[in-house]
């Protein structure tokens, strides 16, 4: 069984990795577990474990409704945070175009009900999740440092396909291996 999911890649380009290093630098107070900037996405589905027949099978289905789906671009606007203001469990990365994301997703799902595959939550928030937050030492100053954060403008990134990924734990901490690229029109 393999654990699978879509998600759109982020590039790591030196604008990018920039911006990744300056937030950790802000937040290096905080016990966070950091994702590598090569590894930033932003989830459409999770899986889960899967056997290669059911693998073998959202492969051609998502291959057919891709190629149906338009090109986009979008634009990290934010930084935000998952959990309460006294008790932050994810530091993550806002997208402008929530909706049409949304609206991605949800097609995405459509799809993969045909295969028994239903959603496994209600509410899908995009986001690209930079950090797991374990602890952090000062609330006041968590909440002064994501001030600073509010807006955030990067070159816009255009997305031109969707990925399913594996995800890998090693002692090293967790990989993502490309299983598949489906390319939009």
């Not at 590598?36 to 889960?48: A, C, I, R, S």
């Not at 099978?57 to 409704?65: A, D, F, G, Q, V």
Request: charged content about 30%; overall charge positive; glycine content about 4%.
């Amino acid at each position: 069984m393999r654990k699978l999911f879509l998600a759109i890649r982020i590039p790591n380009d030196p604008i990018t990795e920039t911006m990744v290093k300056e937030i950790q630098r802000n937040f290096k107070f905080m016990d966070a577990r950091w994702v590598e900037p090569q590894y930033l996405h932003m989830t459409l589905k999770f899986f889960g474990p899967l056997n290669e027949k059911r693998i073998r099978k959202i492969i051609e289905l998502l291959s057919i409704y891709f190629k149906t789906q338009e090109g986009f671009e979008m634009n990290i606007c934010k930084l935000a945070m998952f959990g309460s203001r006294g008790a932050p469990k994810v530091l993550w990365l806002g997208i402008e175009q929530e909706q049409e994301l949304k609206d991605l997703a949800m097609g995405i799902q459509s799809e993969l009900d045909k295969l028994g595959l239903y959603a496994d939550r209600q509410n899908f928030v995009p986001h690209i999740s930079m950090a797991r937050v374990e602890k952090t030492n000062s609330n006041s100053f968590f909440q002064k440092q994501m001030k600073k954060f509010k807006e955030i403008s990067l070159s816009p990134i255009n997305v031109n396909s969707i990925v399913l990924l594996e995800s890998i734990i090693s002692n090293k901490g967790v990989e993502y291996k490309l299983v598949e690229e489906f390319e939009l029109k």
